[in-house]
């Protein structure tokens, strides 16, 4: 199989950053899994539709075209609520997977999200899970909002990146929880540039151990 790097992980522990430096390093393609669910979210919204309507939502996934990712308003509360609802609907899921599954078997990708390792590609060359404390990852969203001049209160921050971890992990259909062969990396002390040269480190060690092995 290609080169395949999976990279799970709750909201804004780093993950969409280490991928996408990984996928140039490796001059592998990225997919930003998460796009999948915000764009199909978004497409129910345009409809004036309920997101947590399954058959709705399963439509919205199976009619989504490259376009619907590069939209502008994927982010911001209303389309993580949406994603957040889509996302937890198994037929939304089923419809999502032959196109993360063939964009990553063609010549190999990184792929990011909460069940790439586990369900999407569970032989995965390498997985990776990147988590940090839910308070690095309040400061880290809150200070992304700041930079894009948008106001918000730290508490309340850091409390919606808890209520999304509870939603992620609670939910029936692929919840987020680490594959058994999964390398935990911790990124609450380590900021972009530490964090890719310890995923590059575990990288060397796993597919090293992997070559030796075979
Ligand atoms: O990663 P991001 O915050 O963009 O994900 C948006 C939504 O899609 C989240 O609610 C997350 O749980 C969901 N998601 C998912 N599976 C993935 C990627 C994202 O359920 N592989």
Do not use: C
């Amino acid at each position: 199989m290609s080169l395949v790097i999976a990279i799970d992980g709750p909201a804004a522990a780093g993950k969409g950053t280490l991928a996408k430096r990984l996928a140039a390093h490796f001059d592998l393609p990225h997919l930003d899994t998460g796009l999948l669910y915000r764009a199909t979210g978004r497409r129910v919204l345009d409809a004036g539709g309920d997101p947590s309507d399954a058959a709705t939502a399963e439509e919205a996934a199976r009619a989504l075209l490259p376009e619907d990712f590069s939209r502008a308003d994927l982010r911001g509360p209303e389309a993580d609520a949406a994603a957040a609802a889509v996302a937890s609907i198994p037929a939304v899921r089923a419809a999502l997977l032959d196109f993360q599954r063939n964009f990553g078997a063609e010549r190999g990708a990184v792929l990011d999200g909460r069940d790439i390792g586990t369900i999407v590609f569970p032989k995965a060359s390498v997985k990776l899970f990147v988590t940090a404390s839910a308070e690095a990852r309040g400061r880290r969203r809150w200070l992304e909002l700041r930079g894009r001049g948008i106001a918000a209160d730290l508490d309340e921050v850091t409390d919606q990146v808890r209520l999304r971890d509870k939603q992620d992990r609670d939910r029936a259909a692929a919840p987020l929880v680490p594959a058994a062969d999964a390398i935990l990396l911790d990124t609450t002390d380590l900021d972009a540039d530490a964090t890719f040269a310890r995923a590059l480190a575990l990288l060397a060690q796993r597919l090293g151990t992997a070559g030796r092995s075979q």
